[in-house]
């Protein structure tokens, strides 16, 4: 079952996934490397056993062959399986230890209404633990709490994201082919897990929701803010 309580736009969660997705965006594996390639055949003997619960609309399926390794702690890696069919950004993110035994699954599914608006809902190890509808109140309010976080990392930066616009923020976005809820569901969902599972899902969620790059969000709240 979903979680009823809706996660709510937090400024110290949206510092800690862009934070944290730009530490993560170091430990992409090299795709053409045999620690890629074997990874890959990992996470496609993983979905082909059976093992593992997907929930998967009709129309859409997983591409192993795109798919992105990044190495987690301890030896692991996550593999990080797009889903075809669905709005980009939607995977399969699996996470294996340096034993590579599947230790958890993530699934995020992204889907889009508007270009500020749209749906988000993730599973953990086959349990679903967010279902969230996006509004454009929602995605304002996390674009404005990603300005503040931008705005903290200047020395003596005032704290608030004055002059900070949202038009420009989302005209920055869709021109590198990122909708600006997309950003917004990614603060807010993995802020949420972040919180609510004590990292267990927190470092998943987060690489899972790499293919939107942290520095390209930070380049556009610059072009956003002057």
Known sequence: MAAEK??????????????????????????????AVAARELAEATRRSGKVTLHLPDGTAEDVSQAQVYRVDDGGILVRVPITGM????????VFDANRRLTQTIELHLIEHTATTGQVRIWLDGRQVLEREITEKDTKAAANAMATVAMKREPGADARPLGFSFGKFNSCLSSAGVSTWVVASIGIACGAICAGTAGAGCIPCLTAAGGVSAGTIWFCIGKATR
């Open 87 to 94: 709005t980009a950004g939607s995977v399969v993110g699996y």
């Open 6 to 35: 809706k996660p709510a736009v937090d400024e110290a969660s949206i510092q800690r996934v862009l934070e944290d997705s730009a530490q993560i965006a170091d430990k992409v594996v090299d795709p053409k490397s045999s620690e």
